[in-house]
């Protein structure tokens, strides 16, 4: 796996703006939605880690944004 550097994740979603403001891509909603299919050991380790967060505790979709955003910001 390669790691991409935050300039590079930045830039690669301000090319993909540019292309929606120039109507490339039609429309896309605000939050585009992105399914993801996890094993039963994934889907385990998710409930663990939502387990181990501080009342309210995050739903799979709100937990799964936050670990996104922390690997990619970590990999600045």
Do not use: C, H
Request: net charge negative; hydrophobic share 45%; charged share 30%.
């Amino acid at each position: 796996m390669t790691n991409r550097s935050f300039e590079e994740i930045m830039r690669a979603a301000g090319v993909a703006a540019a292309k929606v403001k120039r109507g490339y891509l039609s429309d896309p909603p605000d939050n585009a939605p992105v399914v993801l299919s996890l094993d039963a050991i994934e889907l385990g380790a998710l409930d663990l880690w939502i387990e181990d967060q501080p009342d309210p505790k995050p739903t799979r979709q709100e937990a799964a944004r936050m670990l996104i955003n922390e690997a990619l910001l970590v990999s600045k």
